[in-house]
């Protein structure tokens, strides 16, 4: 597995080691011990999830605050996205900053988020499967959001000529400096 660090050192970009041959391909999506390496420490995943989204959804930002703060291990089978993380560790030096990177079927790779961090993806393929693993079980009262757009944050999403398509929760979502926040 190839490993690359973003400009947030903590986030990282997967890239499985893809075994093609005439039926197809194989690759491990996850193995336990490589990805702790890769991490550097122990990391436990306790839930899986899967979503599905047409073209210009976009989900997010969103985090989950201690005692349930989750970490991510998120990739996209279907389609194409392009996937943010933003730095809410107060402490962090990279605070409110985002990276962003694109994640398809095509180039199997995945996206490490720890927890700290907010999370948002808008599809930008016909539609997308979007499959992540969890280091926290799903806690609502937890929940944070913040808005996809705050020009705190300045997040570059890419134009796709039409307007994101955004949940309730996600159109009502406060700015960052507003927000729910870690420490
Ligand atoms: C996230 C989640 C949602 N749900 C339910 C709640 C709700 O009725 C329905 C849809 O929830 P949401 O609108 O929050 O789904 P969604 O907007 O896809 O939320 C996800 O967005 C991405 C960006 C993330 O980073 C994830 O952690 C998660 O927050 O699914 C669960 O039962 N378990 C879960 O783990």
Not at 55 to 82: D, E, I, M, N, S
Request: with cysteine; aromatic share 10%.
């Amino acid at each position: 597995m190839n490993v690359i660090r973003t400009a947030i050192p903590d986030v990282l970009i997967l890239e499985p080691k893809v075994f093609g041959d005439t039926r197809g391909f194989f690759m491990e999506s996850y193995n336990q011990k490589v990805f702790n390496e890769a991490v550097g420490h122990d990391v436990h995943f306790v839930q899986d999830n899967h979503s599905r989204s047409a073209k210009g959804v976009l989900r997010g930002l969103h985090y989950q605050l201690p005692p349930h703060a989750q970490g991510k291990l998120v990739r996209c089978t279907q389609g194409a996205v392009f996937d943010v993380a933003v730095d809410l560790r107060h402490s962090s030096p990279t605070f409110g900053r985002w990276v962003g990177v694109e994640l398809s079927a095509e180039s199997h790779r995945q996206c490490w988020i720890p927890p700290g961090f907010a999370h948002g993806f808008v599809v930008t393929s016909d539609s997308a499967d979007f499959l992540y693993k969890t280091t926290d079980l799903y806690a609502p009262e937890c929940e944070g959001v913040v808005r996809w757009d705050d020009l705190a944050i300045g997040i570059t999403w890419p134009d796709l000529g039409i307007a994101p398509l955004l949940s309730a929760k996600d159109v009502a979502a406060p700015v960052l400096a507003a927000a729910r926040h870690f420490d």
